[in-house]
């Protein structure tokens, strides 16, 4: 892979997360806002939390995989 890779991985990592970000503060606040004891709903926003956490996990290993092959 050539020296640019890393630069894009993280660019573009970067990218994403700031969306990624931005769903989780909404998750967030509505689990605030929305009835506690709707379990559906509260689930639904459990779920969404985890995978912006699944997908920050991504972007982060990607991150290592591009730098590991520039060394």
Same mark, same amino acid.
């Given at each position: ?14 990218? &994403? ?6 769903? #989780?503060?909404?998750?967030?606040? *509505? $689990? ?5 004891? @709707? ?5 639904? &926003? ?6 912006? #956490?699944?997908?920050?996990?991504? *972007? $982060? ?5 591009? @730098?590991?092959?520039?060394?």
């Amino acid at each position: 892979m050539n020296s640019a890779a890393p630069s894009f991985m993280a660019t573009l990592a970067h990218e &994403l997360r700031q969306p990624l970000s931005s769903i #989780e503060c909404i998750a967030y606040q *509505l $689990s605030l806002v929305l009835p506690a004891s @709707d379990e559906g709903v509260q689930r639904s &926003l459990a779920r969404i939390r985890e995978l912006v #956490e699944q997908s920050n996990g991504i *972007l $982060s290993e990607g991150v290592r995989l591009a @730098d590991q092959k520039t060394l």
